[in-house]
């Protein structure tokens, strides 16, 4: 069973600090690895992808991708009220599907 | 700007009518789409992959004779869901593949409410 886990939260985190999400999966052999926004009553909007391991930045976010440990998190530095969002973990498990994890709600306190 | 676009938005039916929606991909031609269903609170789930000029692909539970999917152009993928019971609402999202490997850029959604 392939599988995805994701702590479902709610984190809260202070306006201006980072926000750190994380990430774990069942296959070692996982390949590609990637985390959505998802806005209340919205569609998932992708914010990062990352396919090897280390540190991936893109603005204030990074995305860390460890194989050995079977572990991909997500920061967000200088969070933002706008940061507030459910955040899922979404993991290609060999073939054109992605299993996505249940998603961790964020929320950013002003 | 959006990649994906989905037809309707939202859309109320009553309990035993069929519903169409429509998910376009607006600037690539896409041999696969995919169709997910997201219920209150939870995750994605996918429920069926397209396939342009054959049989859709559907996920172990998901009854193909109930949610019809034709992939009829490069750029057309429809969901038809047949005789809508309540236990159907839910947010129907489609998807097409994007430029690197297994990404996947999502369409807008499409509320669906079952009376």
């Known amino acids: 069973q392939k599988e995805v886990e994701q702590n479902s939260g709610p984190l809260s985190v202070p306006e201006g600090a980072i926000a750190s999400l994380n990430c774990t999966y069942s296959d070692r052999g996982s390949q590609s690895f990637f985390w959505y926004r998802q806005y209340s009553g919205k569609s998932p909007e992708l914010i990062m992808s990352i396919y090897s391991n280390g540190d991936k930045e893109d603005g204030r976010f990074t995305a860390q991708l460890n194989k050995a440990s079977q572990y991909v998190s997500l920061l967000i530095r200088d969070s933002q009220p706008s940061d507030s969002a459910t955040y899922l973990c979404a993991v290609n498990f060999g073939n054109e599907k992605l299993t996505f994890g249940t998603g961790t709600r964020l929320t950013i306190i002003p | 700007g959006a990649v994906v676009s989905q037809h309707p938005s939202r859309v109320i039916c009553k309990s035993g009518t069929s519903v169409k929606i429509e998910c376009r991909s607006l600037d690539f031609q896409a041999t696969t789409m995919f169709w997910y269903r997201q219920f209150p609170k939870q995750s994605l789930m996918l429920m069926a992959t397209?396939?342009?000029?054959?049989?859709?692909?559907?996920e172990q539970g998901v009854e193909k004779d109930k949610f019809l999917i034709n992939h009829a152009s490069l750029t057309l993928s429809t969901l038809t869901v047949t005789s809508a019971h309540p236990e159907d609402s839910s947010f129907y999202i489609c998807s097409r593949p994007g430029p690197t490997p297994y990404e996947q850029y999502f369409g807008p959604g499409t509320r669906l409410t079952v009376t």
């Open positions: 397209s396939n342009e000029g054959s049989k859709a692909t559907y």
